[in-house]
Each structure stands twice: as C-alpha cells, then as structure tokens.
C-alpha cells in the first residue's frame, strides 16, 4: 500500500497534519462536478467522472454554492489528487473569511484532504465557497474530488449534488377561456441579463416554441421550432413521413432542418445579434388546412428593417385545430454557466380569435421544471414595469412557489394589424438547408 497523502493546514502558522480520516456520518460531501469555474465556467474540465481537472490558470477559482437554514460553524475541507511529492497552496474563503493550506501529493491515485480547518455561518441563506489556487501560473493545482462540510451550521443545508449544473427552467402559463379558438399568439420580450447558452422563449403552444438565444459572445439567434407527430423522442431518423412536419417557406437568411433529443420536429432559426435591453416581437399563427393539418408560421419584428419577417412556416400533421396550452418559459441549457443570473420581461400578449378579435392576455401561473423543485430554489417569477418578469439562478435567495399567479395592468392598446409575409400552401420540396428558397 502506497503511504497515505500527507498535508500541512495554514491558519496562522503551517502545522504538519495527519491523513485524512473516513467521513463521518455527520459529515457532507458536496462533490467537485458540481462547481462553477470563476470567472471563466470553461476554465478547467469538470466531469462527474473525474470532478475538476486541468485547473492550472491561477486567475480562476472553484466555486460550490449552498442554502442554510441554520447559522452556527462549519468545518471546510476538500479533497484532491496530487502527483507524489508535489505541493499545492490552496485558499478556501466563505462569506469574505480566508484559510490556507498546503497539501503535498502521494499520487494521482491516492487521495489528499486539505483541511481549513473552522468557518462561521452568520446567516441564512446561499453561501459560495471559493477555492483559489496560490500555485505559480502552470503549476498543478491538484484535481479535486469534493468539498467536505461538517458541524452545526449543515442543518438542513441544501446543495445540488446532480452533476446538472443548470440553472431551473421556469415557465410563465397564460390561461385561456375554455372553448377559445386562438389563431395567433402575439407576446414582446426584453432580456435584461445575458448570459450565453440562455433561451429566452416567447411564444410556446403544444406544438412549438418560438423565442430567442443566446449561443456564444459573438452569436444571437431567432428560433422557430415545431413539433412532429407520434412518439419518437430522440432520431427523426426514426419519424414516418406521415408524421412529420413539413417546411411550407422560411425568410432570407434563415437556417431550416431536423432537431431530436427532445420530442423532434422541424427547427429554423436566424443568426441575429439582437440587443439585450430591447424589446423584441414576435407572433405565431395557426391556420387548420383540413381536419388534420394545421400550418404554424412564426414571425418576428425586425428592429432595423422596421417590418414583420417569416422565420418559417411548418405544414403539421394530425392537427386540425388551433394554438393550445399558451407559454412563454426561459432555460439555461448549458449548465458550465448555471450559477449565472438569467432575467426578462415578457409583456403585452395578445391572442387573436378567425374573426380578427384581439383579446388582451394580463393574468399568468409560474411553473418549473424538476431541476427548479429538486436541486436549484433559484427561480423566480413576478411583475414590474407592467410587464411579468422571469429569472433564475444566480443563487438569490428566497424563491417563486409553483403555480402562484400574477396578473400585470392591461396596455388595452392590441397590435396593430401586422403585414405579414405570406406564405405557400404547399410544403417546398427537399427544402432543408439555409440556401434553398
């Protein structure tokens, strides 16, 4: 058996400390692949495999978040791997309180504590622990397992311990009168915070969603998805053409073609550095063809060119009706950046019944989804500016319980009547690719 990896905790002075001891029943691990790298999420490679590795960039740091309910002390400690014989100076730091330490290595396979021996929790509510390397720059820092907690304060503490490190899903929900034929769907959105791999989504109904996102620093796009029929979930491949939608027109520049891994369907979007702070506008329409098919086109309000732009339009089967099961949501679906507050304003919907009415949409329920009910409580819903807003993650206490409905004063001022572009009857033949017309 290898010797056991030894390690020297700073507090005031360097004191040579003995291997670390089995978990105690008491103790809680928090493990490694739940962290955030700050300020760059891709900084290090984090997996739930291997937790954090590749961490040699001195100028990030490792960040785990946790909810209290009970203040008191907490012992801190993490674990890591070391190659044998060399060092690495660690601080942890809670709630602005700092402790070192200088761990030496007894191998990749063999495990490491640092010890940081006792903070204090002063209050309830989320608390980040950041670990900082003070190696020189290229220097390992170590790979680190997990975050191991222990004393009064853990109580009833809450981390997410799934290697998902999304922030919640969290969803607006617009009642409609029993019996309603809708057959457009008007709604404006302003995002307010912006980080990468956000999609703002605008107008949801059973078959689609239509909204905007947010894929790099330097791409934005406007997307316009619909659903297929039956019940593949994963490879359109897999699809009968009897049950797939079928692309009826697209506007200039738009990308169309499959999407899967979540239900599949036609997917369409428009590369768009729309501006965060800006209201965007965008309506879906449903026109039933016959008995069981239904044509849903998306359009959204080009900010420069000032008019309504098709971003598609999408032949659907086993149909017939309307727009049901009215939403709007907003989703972090990259989770390196879930820690990340993500807020907008969703306001002034609309729906429009075949005989031109406008009908003003002032009351929605939140909802989430199971990440927002098991993992992350940061998820919110509320009003302001007359408009309702979403947001979610950034570890902000306190939390939206599920199904509360709000309501936002009415504009009373429905939408102008848009120019639409129109759009063929017929689906286009092998129109797939962003250069076919």
Request: glycine residues 10%; aromatic residues 10%.
């Given at each position: 058996?290898k010797n056991p990896c030894r390690f020297l905790a700073v507090f005031t002075a360097l004191t040579l400390i003995q291997s670390p001891r089995i978990l105690s029943a008491a103790e809680l691990r928090i493990p490694a692949f739940t962290a955030y790298m700050l300020p760059d999420p891709e900084s290090a490679r ?392």
């Open positions: 058996m984090i997996s739930e495999l291997h937790g954090v590795t590749k961490w040699v960039d001195t100028t990030q740091s490792v960040n785990w978040y946790g909810r209290f309910s009970e203040t008191g002390e907490l012992t801190a400690k993490v674990q890591l791997r070391l190659p044998e014989k060399s060092t690495s100076m660690l601080r942890l730091t809670v709630d602005g309180n700092s402790r070192e330490t200088k761990v030496i290595g007894a191998g990749r396979e063999e495990v490491c504590t640092a010890d940081f021996g006792t903070f204090t929790i002063a209050a309830a509510g989320h608390r980040r622990f950041q670990l900082e390397s003070l190696n020189e720059n290229g220097q390992p820092s170590g790979d680190i397992d997990a975050l191991i907690l222990d004393g009064p304060a853990i109580k009833g503490v809450h981390f997410n311990l799934k290697e998902r490190r999304n922030a919640a899903s969290v969803h607006l929900m617009y009642p409609v009168a029993d019996g309603t034929e809708v057959e457009a769907f008007y709604c404006e959105v302003t995002a307010i915070e912006d980080p990468t791999t956000t999609f703002y989504m605008a107008c949801g109904w059973h078959r689609g969603y239509f909204g905007m996102q947010i894929n790099s620093p330097t791409e934005r796009r406007i997307i316009f998805s619909v659903w297929d029929s039956g019940n593949e979930g994963i490879d359109r491949k897999k699809v009968a053409d009897e049950n797939r939608v079928k692309l009826l027109g697209k506007g200039a520049g738009v990308y169309s073609g499959d999407f899967g891994n979540e239900g599949t369907g036609g997917h369409s979007h428009l590369k768009y550095l729309w501006k965060t702070g800006e209201k965007q506008q965008f309506i879906v329409t449903a026109i039933p063809t016959d008995t069981t098919h239904t044509d849903y086109s998306g359009y959204w309000f080009h900010p420069e060119q000032k008019k309504w732009m098709l971003i598609s339009s999408w032949h659907a089967p086993k149909e017939g009706g309307r727009l049901k099961g009215l939403h709007s949501f907003s989703e972090n679906f990259g989770g390196e950046n879930g820690h990340l507050l993500r807020k907008a304003r969703y306001g002034n919907q609309w729906i429009r019944t075949p005989d031109g009415h406008w009908t003003e949409l002032t009351i929605a329920r939140f909802s989430h989804d199971p990440t927002g009910r098991e993992d992350r409580f940061d998820r919110f819903m509320g009003s302001e500016n007359g408009e309702f807003f979403l947001s979610h993650g950034g570890f902000l206490d306190g939390s939206t319980e599920y199904g509360t409905p709000f309501e936002r004063a009415a504009t009373k001022q429905p939408p102008e009547a848009p120019e639409l572009p129109a759009v063929q009857s017929k689906p286009l033949a092998n129109c797939l690719t962003d250069d076919c017309e």
